[in-house]
């Protein structure tokens, strides 16, 4: 073997060393990635769930307070002061104090990680900012004060089972809003969520109250608020331009949001009813503090959702966020011994199950593993 031939041999197999090393590396880079891919996808799925949780108790919590002497017995309330419209409206005085809550909770975090200078120059200083507070009255007052009042005359697990469609009405109202497309498995989804909710809503079963329909009809406002309130944004973040460089979280536009909804509560919506000597009664009778609990978990819920978001993306975000009808189902049954009838459970899985369905491409969650 000539002197060339060695030196070629030895530089083919330099070359073959070189190139198993890149592929060993590039494995073991791979296998790297995937575990941290994986990580990933099971926090952003503990703080997806975290968010179906928190929100099922906050509605079953909220309800039960509601349940309290002040807000149940009327001839105790009216020699108590409380007006009668807000007493037949108590849910807006107690939405006041959640939203407000909620809105201490989430700026407290804000200004830990020195960041909450920055919403009230969102409101003031860009187009975004006053988008997202006009659609926060449309999100809160509205929304928030309907679906309380669905809890109060129809019961958590009732209301919060129709509520959770609201993402699938959004998407119906960008179609023809906003000119949105829609899927067909969209489509078959929201089919599926409504089914559900329709079934759920006029054909209940077991005890009842007397004021069921009209709570489902408050579910129904508060599922028709949410959905507006994210076609508003929606609306805004397409046609408002030149803000491209303006550098907002959105626990920031979340803070803003509960900012406008206390503000709302207490300039415009307790005025006009009358609620201000309820809302002594709130404080006077201990049922604040509940209320202040209570009201972390509606900031979890929210911090949580975004979170999760971040790490799974929006459409298993979604999903997982209608869980909360189960949920409130689940803690309804533990902590008050309220009946699961067939009814409430077949049909809550139905709904959930619909909008998994409309949120989650099974395409795109292959390509993604």
Same mark, same amino acid.
């Given at each position: 073997?000539?002197?060339?031939?060695?030196?070629?041999?030895?530089?083919?197999?330099?070359?073959?060393?070189?190139?198993?090393?890149?592929?060993?590396?590039?494995?073991?880079?791979?296998?790297?990635? =995937?575990?941290?891919?994986?990580?990933?996808?099971?926090?952003?799925? =503990?703080?997806?769930?975290?968010?179906?949780?928190?929100?099922?108790?906050?509605?079953?919590?909220?309800?039960?307070?509601?349940?309290?002497? #002040?807000?149940?017995?009327?001839?105790?309330?009216?020699?108590?002061?409380?007006?009668?419209?807000?007493?037949?409206?108590?849910?807006?005085?107690?939405?006041?104090?959640?939203?407000?809550?909620?809105?201490?909770?989430?700026?407290?975090?804000?200004?830990?990680?020195?960041?909450?200078?920055?919403?009230?120059?969102?409101?003031?200083?860009?187009?975004?900012?006053?988008?997202?507070?006009?659609?926060?009255?449309?999100?809160?007052?509205?929304?928030?004060?309907?679906?309380?009042?669905?809890?109060?005359?129809?019961?958590?697990?009732?209301?919060?089972?129709?509520?959770?469609?609201?993402?699938?009405?959004?998407? #119906?109202?960008?179609?023809?809003?906003?000119?949105?497309?829609?899927?067909?498995?969209?489509?078959?989804?929201?089919?599926?969520?409504?089914?559900?909710?329709? =079934?759920?809503?006029?054909?209940?079963?077991?005890?009842?109250?007397?004021?069921?329909?009209?709570?489902?009809?408050?579910?129904?406002?508060?599922?028709?608020?949410?959905?507006?309130?994210?076609?508003?944004?929606?609306?805004?973040?397409?046609? #408002?331009?030149?803000?491209?460089?303006?550098?907002?979280?959105?626990?920031?536009?979340?803070?803003?949001?509960?900012?406008?909804? =206390?503000?709302?509560?207490?300039?415009?919506?307790?005025?006009?009813?009358?609620?201000?000597?309820?809302?002594?009664?709130?404080?006077?009778?201990?049922?604040?503090?509940?209320?202040?609990?209570?009201?972390?978990?509606?900031?979890?819920?929210?911090?949580?959702?975004?979170?999760?978001?971040?790490?799974?993306?929006?459409?298993?975000?979604?999903? !997982?966020?209608?869980?909360?009808? !189960?949920?409130?189902?689940?803690?309804?049954?533990?902590?008050?011994?309220?009946?699961?009838?067939?009814?409430?459970?077949?049909?809550?899985?139905?709904?959930?199950?619909?909008?998994?369905?409309?949120? #989650?491409?099974?395409?795109?969650?292959?390509?993604?593993?």
């Amino acid at each position: 073997m000539s002197a060339n031939d060695k030196f070629g041999m030895i530089i083919a197999i330099r070359i073959i060393v070189e190139s198993l090393k890149s592929e060993i590396y590039n494995k073991e880079e791979r296998n790297v990635i =995937m575990e941290v891919n994986k990580r990933k996808f099971q926090k952003g799925l =503990m703080f997806g769930i975290l968010v179906g949780l928190a929100w099922g108790l906050d509605g079953v919590l909220m309800g039960r307070v509601g349940m309290d002497k #002040i807000f149940t017995d009327k001839v105790f309330a009216l020699a108590q002061g409380v007006s009668e419209i807000s007493f037949e409206f108590s849910p807006l005085v107690t939405a006041f104090f959640h939203e407000s809550f909620c809105f201490v909770w989430v700026a407290l975090v804000l200004i830990f990680g020195k960041q909450f200078k920055h919403v009230f120059y969102l409101l003031f200083k860009t187009k975004k900012g006053k988008a997202a507070a006009i659609a926060a009255l449309v999100g809160s007052p509205i929304g928030m004060s309907a679906y309380l009042l669905g809890i109060k005359y129809a019961t958590a697990p009732y209301a919060s089972s129709i509520s959770v469609i609201y993402p699938g009405v959004g998407a #119906i109202l960008s179609y023809f809003i906003l000119k949105e497309k829609l899927s067909l498995r969209a489509v078959i989804g929201i089919a599926v969520s409504l089914l559900g909710s329709f =079934m759920l809503g006029f054909n209940p079963s077991g005890n009842v109250p007397p004021t069921f329909f009209k709570g489902i009809l408050f579910a129904v406002i508060a599922v028709l608020g949410w959905a507006l309130e994210g076609v508003i944004i929606g609306f805004a973040m397409k046609h #408002i331009k030149g803000e491209d460089h303006i550098q907002a979280s959105p626990q920031q536009f979340l803070c803003l949001r509960y900012f406008i909804s =206390m503000v709302s509560y207490a300039v415009i919506v307790l005025p006009l009813i009358g609620g201000y000597p309820l809302a002594g009664q709130i404080i006077s009778r201990g049922l604040v503090f509940k209320y202040a609990g209570i009201a972390i978990l509606g900031a979890i819920t929210y911090l949580s959702w975004y979170k999760a978001v971040d790490l799974i993306g929006a459409a298993m975000g979604t999903a !997982l966020n209608s869980t909360a009808a !189960l949920w409130t189902i689940i803690f309804s049954a533990l902590l008050f011994g309220d009946k699961i009838t067939p009814s409430l459970a077949i049909w809550g899985i139905v709904i959930v199950l619909g909008v998994f369905i409309f949120a #989650i491409d099974p395409k795109t969650f292959r390509k993604k593993e």
